[in-house]
């Protein structure tokens, strides 16, 4: 079983900039795709940046250029650098893991998932 713990998340103006980070519990990390996808209220949750094992990156339309995955696989840390964050960006943004090396954009690709962080962004 693979626990993810989500961090970073919090409440910040257009324009402004938020970190999150992921810490995997897994004995393999270096092995999982990880990804990050975001909920909001009555809506499905949406892919948002993906990256393989061999670092391969991938990102939803609405956040590239502004948002960026990177992952740390001695410290089993994925990360999310989000800038110039707008409003539609408020969500509660997850951690996920999947039994593959290989990253895909659809949650139920994904074995496992954190908890989950708010990010809210005020105009």
């Known amino acids: 079983q693979v626990e993810l713990v989500e961090s970073g998340g919090g409440s910040v103006q257009a324009g402004d900039s938020l970190r999150l980070s992921c810490v995997s519990s897994?004995?393999?990390?270096?092995?999982?795709?990880m990804a990050w996808f975001r909920q909001t209220p009555g809506k499905e949750r949406q892919f948002v940046a993906a990256i393989s094992r061999a670092e391969r990156t991938s990102y939803a339309d609405s956040v590239k250029g502004r948002f960026t995955i990177t992952r740390d696989n001695p410290k089993s840390t994925v990360n999310l650098q989000m800038n110039s964050l707008i409003p539609e960006d408020t969500a509660v943004y997850y951690c996920?893991?999947?039994?593959?090396?290989?990253?895909?954009?659809?949650?139920?690709?994904?074995?496992?998932w954190g908890q989950g962080t708010q990010v809210t962004v005020s105009s």
């Open positions: 897994g004995r393999f990390f270096v092995n999982n795709a």
């Open positions: 996920a893991a999947r039994d593959s090396p290989i990253d895909r954009d659809y949650a139920s690709a994904y074995d496992y």
